[in-house]
């Protein structure tokens, strides 16, 4: 089992930036894949970025050059540091993980808004 707790949202005027965390506990040694994924409201729930075990990332076009995740592995801690938020960024953010055996494990979400 995992859990998974994410932290970091809030309102932010557009051009403004959010750090997203995601802290992982639990069998944390089985967790090979970390991902951001956003819900907007009406919207189906999509990926913006995820790290793998080896460190390699993938974005979502619409976030590339904007958003980086990155990992400290020594606090089970995934991050998600957000630049240039526009207010079509405004969703719910979840992380998840994935285990070796393929089991994935949502966080609770925090809510993200880009407003003036």
């Known amino acids: 089992q995992v859990q998974v707790v994410e932290s970091g949202g809030g309102l932010v005027q557009p051009g403004g930036s959010l750090r997203l965390s995601c802290a992982a506990s639990g069998s944390i040694l089985s967790i090979v894949e970390m991902g951001w994924y956003r819900q907007a409201p009406g919207k189906e729930r999509v990926l913006v970025a995820n790290i793998l075990s080896g460190g390699n990332t993938n974005y979502a076009p619409s976030v590339k050059g904007r958003f980086t995740i990155s990992r400290d592995n020594a606090k089970s801690t995934a991050y998600l540091q957000m630049n240039g938020l526009k207010p079509e960024d405004t969703a719910v953010y979840y992380c998840?993980?994935?285990?070796?055996?393929?089991?994935?494990?949502w966080g609770q979400g925090t809510q993200v808004t880009v407003s003036s």
């Open positions: 998840n993980t994935i285990t070796t055996s393929r089991v994935t494990y």
